[in-house]
């Protein structure tokens, strides 16, 4: 079962910029879509952020614009760049994989454990 290890979460002021990292264990981009969920205390899991392996990237509306996902396909790492932070992207960030069939995606997600987010105003 593919590893995934999050990094670049911390607590910036709101307008602030922060880019997390997915690293894989394996190479799995050219297999499995990628996806960046997040979820706040006492809220659902969210997906923020997908890009399946086209390269085709999908965004919650309530990040469009500000938030960019990407992969380093050298370095096995997933990216989500988020720019003009918010106090409600306060969260915790996790990183997804899951299985590729063709430009869909399965729904079972391999998850990393979180990296947290916060921002304050």
């Known amino acids: 079962q593919v590893q995934l290890v999050e990094s670049g979460g911390g607590s910036v002021q709101a307008g602030g910029s922060l880019r997390l990292s997915c690293e894989a264990s394996e190479y799995i981009f050219s297999r499995y879509c990628m996806a960046w969920f997040r979820q706040a205390p006492g809220k659902e899991r969210e997906r923020v952020a997908r890009?399946?392996?086209?390269?085709?990237?999908t965004y919650a509306d309530s990040v469009k614009g500000r938030f960019t996902i990407s992969k380093d396909n050298a370095k096995k790492t997933l990216y989500l760049q988020m720019d003009s932070l918010k106090p409600e992207d306060t969260a915790t960030y996790y990183c997804?994989?899951?299985?590729?069939?063709?430009?869909?995606?399965?729904?079972?997600?391999?998850w990393g454990k979180g990296t947290l987010v916060t921002i304050s105003s």
């Open positions: 997804a994989a899951s299985a590729a069939y063709g430009r869909l995606c399965s729904v079972n997600n391999n």
């Open positions: 890009v399946n392996t086209y390269d085709t990237t």
